[in-house]
């Protein structure tokens, strides 16, 4: 507590400091019981959000607050938080270090796993973890299982998502091959 | 995470450069004040009280008293009477806490001294407090039936705190033939876990359903006269369960008998496993009474529970919204299931009826809220602005889930809900089209996903 202190006046980033920093670290403590504490998941269906980037966080939010994108539960819950909040939540968890989740795959399915996710490489980088803008998130060590989710949300059309880029690519995936592309990113864990 | 708030911290740094007396050894030394810190009662709520006291501070000393060494959590057991999940997946112990430096001690306090600020515990331990964080969740009254008693509850298991009753639970509707009735009686509210009787009547038609039982029935008989999220379980239960209608004597799988019409039980032949109410007796094959709650012991035996008033008031721990403190005790705070919170008239609100759910998420909740405002209080800060939020799956079926959601927020130092982050799943989309399978789907995959994050979030 104290380094904290003396390296907020050290860099004199004290004064620059918007005023709602601690009510956002209040509110950001309430996405932990979903999110996992700091926001590092350790629950497979549930994505984690620390070290996601700021402009990510912040758009998927306003989607889902204004209707553009669906969700099954978060278009709910952040319709009680103000723009300003929510902008506030984006920054705290993109400040966050990237923890991702160690999760173990046979060769088989790596060698799978890369043959079936050449059109993801485009924009998200080689194994996921090098997104080409701040609008894409990271893949390389995110829960498995969530990813396997959100594949499985864009390939529905019953379920409204928003980029269509994103959209044509997941469904030209053959349904074997969501699982296996989701593992493959999964288990990339740098 | 920062430990402190940086605001607080600015607020500080601008009063102690204001004072020639304040330096910044003087700030260093006002953050590691010590100060003790007690919490009763390791559930979901006085677990994460533990972890975010320290987390916030570690400077405070935590010590954390629950006579069980294995926590086993109540929000999904339903899925373990109905055989869909082990109970193993729910038990967590209390080395985490300790890991974070928290003293867990395994006792069972006997009395709290709130003159002398002094906790006693069977194992004679006197624990002085500065601050107490007094989370015993719920006991049974066991009162309202007649023929019924405490005795009882390993032939006619309740379930409604999880591990060995679950297990007991479980093992009589495995036992079960098929025509068999299993019969679930609901006590009149508040009780935790508002959605838990109809997603378990939910689970063990499901049960029924996969076992061959098809000639065999659930029977909710409900002192209440509405219930949580009726709509999605009516729709659920017709679409998976042939639901057709309120009453008794209807076609499909599920009964639900509301207080009004005959739900409300009085009696019981326990050795025919025969309930009634003042219109109707049920016999059932497996009885499962839910007891009426009240306030842990401890929070009864320290004054701090109401004592007349209604149901919300008589029997359990009013808290100033603001820090989670007690009403009645400005160094005592009460989370979880013990303590009455929302918008409601108890808090100066004639026309609400939004109490908080007791459930282990909005428990969690209120912990973050006492964590901090203790941390706050201990290091001379303002207390910073709560929010509330809850979340809570039900699981139905297989790959059908839905949830509710709840925000409160504070306002004029009042608690306030907020309609807009709240509400249930949606029962059809917007434009009246039946809501997609998915949406069921992802919700009974997020149930598992939240699971296991509250439970690291509080314990580990």
């Known amino acids: 507590m104290r380094l904290h202190c003396i390296a907020l006046i050290a860099t004199g980033v004290l004064t620059t400091l918007p005023a709602s920093a601690a009510d956002v670290e209040t509110i950001a403590r309430s996405c932990n019981n979903c999110h996992g504490t700091g926001g590092v998941s350790v629950g497979h269906s549930m994505p984690s959000i620390a070290g996601l980037s700021e402009s990510y966080l912040k758009n998927i939010m306003m989607q889902w607050k204004s209707g553009e994108r669906a969700s099954a539960n978060m278009t709910r819950l952040i319709k009680g938080y103000t723009d300003e909040e929510i902008a506030g939540l984006a920054r705290h968890f993109s400040q966050q270090k990237w923890t991702p989740a160690v999760q173990q795959v046979s060769a088989d399915v790596l060698k799978k796993g890369k043959a079936v996710t050449d059109a993801c490489e485009t924009c998200h980088g080689a194994t996921g973890g090098q997104p080409d803008d701040a609008d894409t998130p990271m893949l390389a060590g995110q829960w498995a299982k969530y990813m396997e989710l959100e594949l499985m949300k864009y390939r529905d059309e019953n379920f409204k998502m928003t980029h269509k880029k994103m959209i044509k690519n997941a469904r030209k995936l053959e349904a074997g091959d969501v699982e296996i592309a989701a593992q493959y990113y999964g288990a990339q864990s740098k | ?460």
């Not at chain 2, 987390?55 to 926590?71: A, F, G, M, R």
């Not at chain 2, 401890?298 to 919300?312: E, K």
């Not at chain 2, 709560?386 to 297989?398: F, H, M």
Request: proline share 6%; hydrophobic share 40%; aromatic share 8%.
């Open chain 2, 1 to 460: 995470m920062n430990p402190i708030h940086r605001r607080d911290f600015i607020k500080l740094f601008a009063a102690a450069t204001s004072s020639a007396a304040l330096s910044l050894p003087t700030l260093a030394r006002a953050g590691s004040a010590k100060a003790r810190v007690v919490v009763i009662g390791g559930g979901y709520a006085g677990a994460t009280a533990a972890k975010y006291v320290k987390l916030l501070d570690p400077s405070i000393d935590v010590t954390l008293i629950e006579p069980n060494k294995t926590y086993t959590s109540c929000p999904l057991s339903n899925e373990v009477v109905a055989g869909h999940r082990k109970i193993e997946t729910l038990q967590v112990g209390y080395d985490g806490l300790r890991k974070r430096g928290v003293n867990v001690v395994h006792d069972l306090v006997t009395g709290v001294d709130r003159d002398k600020k002094v906790v006693a515990t069977k194992g004679g331990k006197k624990l002085q407090y500065d601050a107490l964080v007094m989370s015993p969740g719920i006991d049974f009254t066991y009162q309202g039936i007649e023929g019924y008693n405490e005795s009882m509850i390993n032939d006619i298991p309740h379930a409604w705190k999880a591990g060995e009753q679950t297990l007991l639970l479980q093992k009589q509707l495995m036992a079960m033939k098929d025509g068999g009735v299993f019969v679930i009686v609901v006590p009149k509210g508040p009780f935790r876990c508002p959605p838990g009787p109809y997603e378990r009547a939910s689970l063990v038609a499901n049960y029924f359903q996969h076992h061959g039982m098809k000639k065999s029935k659930v029977i909710i008989m409900d002192a209440n006269d509405s219930h949580s999220k009726k709509g999605l379980f009516n729709q659920a239960w017709a679409k998976l369960y042939g639901w057709e209608k309120e009453g008794l004597n209807t076609n499909g799988m599920i009964e639900w008998v509301k207080g009004a019409e005959g739900g409300n039980v009085t009696k019981l032949d326990a050795k025919s496993k025969t309930v009634s109410s003042d219109f109707v007796d049920v016999k059932a094959d497996v009885l499962n009474i839910i007891p009426t709650h009240k306030a842990g012991r401890i929070a009864a035996a320290s004054d701090l529970v109401g004592t007349g008033g209604n149901n919300f008031e008589k029997g359990w721990c009013k808290v100033e919204p603001m820090t989670m403190a007690s009403a009645l005790d400005p160094s005592i705070y009460v989370v979880g299931d013990a303590c009455v919170a929302g918008e409601m008239p108890l808090y100066g609100n004639p026309n609400a009826a939004f109490d908080m759910p007791k459930s282990a998420h909005i428990g969690m909740a209120q912990a973050k809220v006492a964590a901090g405002a203790i941390v706050a209080k201990v290091n001379g800060l303002p207390v910073p602005d709560p929010i509330y939020a809850n979340t809570c799956y039900s699981i139905v079926g297989d790959d059908y889930g839905f949830s509710v959601a709840h925000l409160y927020r504070v306002v004029n130092g009042t608690f306030k809900y907020i309609p807009e982050g709240s509400g249930v799943s949606p029962m059809t989309m917007p434009d009246k089209s039946p809501v997609p399978p998915i949406y069921r789907k992802l919700e009974a995959e997020y149930a598992d996903g939240w699971l296991r994050n509250v439970l690291a979030d509080a314990f580990a």
